[in-house]
Every structure is written in C-alpha cells, then in structure tokens.
C-alpha cells in the first residue's frame, strides 16, 4: 500500500508541476505577444527585409508578438561552418516566417523544432545517392533549413519574387493537416469550396506555361508539383500582389483571405 501510495503521489506532483510550468510557459507568451522589437530589432529587420517598412502597423505589431514567442521557443543551429547563427539572423528569420502566422491560431508553428542555417548554398544527397546543391527544406517533422545569403538577398529585394524564410514556412503551414500537398489546413474565413478548384485549375495553368515557354508571374519552380505550387504562390502574393492579383484574380482572392492581408493596399 505505501507503493502504491508513494506512486500516486508521485505522479499527482508530477502532474501538478507540469501545469504550473505549462501555465507559467502560457502567460509569458501572452507578455511576449504584446512586446514590440527593441531599437536593435528592428533596424535589423530594416535592414535585411525591404517589405518591412511596408507593412501597415498593425501587422508589423502583431508579427512582432509573434516573432518574439517564436526567438523563445524555436532552437536555432549553425550549420555548415558557420559559426553561430546571431541574434540579427534568428530575428530577420522570424519576423518573415511570422508574417505568414497573423491569420492562424496559438503559438507560431507549434510543431516547428529547430531552424538550421547555413552560411550559404549546401550540398545534400536525394535518396538515390545523388548530390545537389539546395538553398532550403522545409521538413514535416519539424525543422526548417535556410541558407543565410539567400535569406539575405531575397529579403532584402522585395519585387523579385523570391523570398527563402516565406517559400519554406509556406510548406510548413502546408503540412500542419498531413503531407505537404498545396492545401493546408484553412482558417475559418477560407472558401473551403473554391480552393481545391481554384488552385487546381491555377496550377494546371502554370504547367501548361511553363510547358509552353510563356512569360509567367510565378516560378516556374512552382510547376513542380502542389506542394511548391502554394509556397511559390505565397512568396508571389507578397512580393508581386499587383500582379498577381491583375493575372490570377481568383488565386489573390483565396490567398488574401487564407494570409488575412491584402499586400497589394500596402504603400
């Protein structure tokens, strides 16, 4: 019976322990959301990301809430002879990747472990042992991989087109309902309706585009499959809104409502 006793105990401690650090861990988020950047902060992200200044106030404050809770909880790694990743990185890198949070719920990518950055472009091996050289991954279970100078130089060229942190957290909200497969799990103010067929058929069309050597507003990375579809139309909603928004109506529409931001009203 003492056994037992101790054991109930045991776990009873256990369990209580766990709720205050989980209730502690909750209230500081809830500090941290209603933080802005320090002096420092923000002239980083200033700096490295051109549509920062753009963003209406409101937005910019939220992603710094955001940002915040996700400097504390996210593990950052160097990688690939870089020898730390710096406090201006780890802050450029999650005031992007936050941009793409303000229309979802609770913690910033809950199931985002770690963020590894390298230095600049690496080499991996695919699964047939070939090697090629990479610029990003977004990994399902968990991590997100960045090359620095690619951060750097897609941030700070705001109509290109291309922004890195934006193209991989894109296959990470992709993959927050299952298998990155350019539908992600929508918010309550989606079309449920009309994003299997509006992007269905959008994706067909850059195909045929691509196919066919024709001018297009996206990537044509974005041929690739879905999944690179949504992420090379995320990064386009937000840095080419005015056109995108002109050649692909239907698509702007749905990924306005899906990003809970209209960048093409931005000044």
């Not at 006793?5 to 941290?32: D, E, H, K, N, P």
């Not at 992007?199 to 195909?207: I, K, N, P, Q, S």
């Not at 928004?245 to 529409?253: I, S, T």
Request: proline share 4%; glycine share 6%; with cysteine.
């Amino acid at each position: 019976m003492a056994a037992i006793a101790l054991i109930l105990f045991l776990t009873i401690s256990a369990a209580i322990a766990f709720v205050w650090v989980l209730g502690r861990r909750q209230a500081y988020r809830r500090v941290l959301a209603e933080s802005s950047f320090s002096p420092e902060q923000t002239a980083w992200v200033r700096e490295n990301w051109a549509l920062w200044d753009r963003l209406p106030a409101n937005v910019r404050a939220e992603v710094e809430g955001l940002s915040l809770i996700f400097l504390y909880e996210k593990v950052f790694e160097a990688c690939g002879g870089l020898e730390e990743v710096s406090a201006e990185m780890k802050t450029v890198i999650a005031a992007q990747a936050c941009l793409l949070w303000t229309n979802q719920r609770g913690t910033p990518y809950p199931s985002l472990r770690s963020v590894l950055v390298y230095p600049d472009a690496y080499r991996v091996k695919d699964e047939f042992g070939m090697e090629n050289i990479r610029l990003g991954e977004s990994w399902g279970r968990g991590t997100v991989v960045l090359a620095w100078n690619s951060v750097r130089s897609g941030g700070r060229d705001e109509k290109d087109g291309h922004n890195l942190v934006i193209h991989e957290f894109a296959h990470q909200l992709d993959t927050i309902n299952g298998p990155a497969d350019g539908f992600p799990e929508l918010p309550d103010n989606a079309d449920f309706q009309s994003w299997p067929e509006v992007f269905g058929h959008e994706f067909g069309r850059l195909v045929e585009d691509v196919e066919k050597g024709r001018r297009t507003v996206m990537d044509s990375y974005g041929a690739t499959n879905e999944a690179e579809f949504f992420a090379v139309a995320a990064e386009t909603f937000f840095e080419k809104a005015d056109q995108i928004a002109e050649e692909h109506p239907d698509l702007y529409r749905l990924l306005r409502y899906f990003f809970a931001n209209d960048p093409k009203s931005w000044s």
